[in-house]
């Protein structure tokens, strides 16, 4: 699986749009984004995924660059609920078969009031 | 949306003893399952994938005498943690795969379960 590189943490007020970068200059063309977040001491919960066009869902839009060498998760309306850590990777999808999820650092959320 | 329960939340144990935690998928049936480690201020590490009636897959560097696993119906899984020692002390996460007709997010998580080995 691609190698994922993103900031340690970031600072967004309430309210505003939270744009958090990753970059995977190395994704191969099978390989998707995919973003999780994990609030402290709870489970990480799946927030989207996509392969090269934007995704939007009910938690969040992700914009894939057209080389899809980086991508961007944004949160539209960041609330202090949504200071986490939030993990981009990047994998083939596999329905069945290996289907393991390689956790990187992350980066750390932080909503300010 | 499918659901992932661990068991208990969190434990307190004497050193040398062993304990076992529970992942169920509540609502679908998984036949497979993960199980991770994550100690302090770090990211999620896989221990072992969990496949139902046959042995785990473990990752390298884990010691499958010590971290004994056995998924034998389909929400179950349990990982028994043998001989604990305060190194062991860690949060231990479950996840299991999604089934086929909610297959856009593969992998859904437990709460997780914090080990304090005295």
């Known amino acids: 699986d691609a190698k994922t590189t993103q900031p340690t943490s970031m600072d967004c007020a309430e309210g505003r749009a939270a744009n958090l970068p990753c970059n995977h200059s190395?994704?191969?063309?099978?390989?998707?984004v995919y973003w999780y977040r994990q609030i402290h001491s709870q489970g990480p919960q799946y927030i989207i995924h996509?392969?090269?066009n934007n995704e939007t869902n009910e938690m969040a839009s992700l914009i894939i660059t057209e080389d899809r060498k980086s991508s961007t998760l944004i949160l539209p309306h960041a609330t202090l609920r949504d200071t986490a850590v939030y993990y981009c990777?990047?994998?083939?999808?596999?329905?069945?078969?290996?289907?393991?999820?390689?956790f990187g650092t992350g980066t750390r959320l932080t909503i300010i009031p | 949306g499918a659901v992932v329960s661990q068991h208990p939340s969190w434990v307190i144990c004497k050193s040398g003893t062993s304990v076992k935690i529970e992942c169920r998928s509540l609502d679908f049936q998984a036949t497979t399952m993960f199980w991770y480690r994550q100690f302090p201020k770090q990211s999620l590490m896989l221990m072992a994938t969990?496949?139902?009636?046959?042995?785990?897959?473990?990752e390298q560097g884990v010691e499958k005498d010590k971290f004994l696993i056995n998924h034998a119906s389909l929400t179950l899984s349990t990982l028994t943690v043998t001989s604990a020692h305060p190194e062991d002390s860690s949060f231990y996460i479950c996840s299991a795969r999604d089934p086929p007709s909610l297959s856009y997010n593969e992998q859904f998580f437990g709460p997780g379960t914090r080990l304090t080995v005295l």
């Open positions: 969990s496949n139902e009636g046959s042995k785990a897959t473990y």
């Open positions: 190395t994704i191969s063309g099978n390989e998707y």
């Open positions: 990777i990047v994998r083939v999808r596999i329905d069945f078969g290996n289907e393991k999820l390689t």
């Open positions: 996509g392969l090269k």
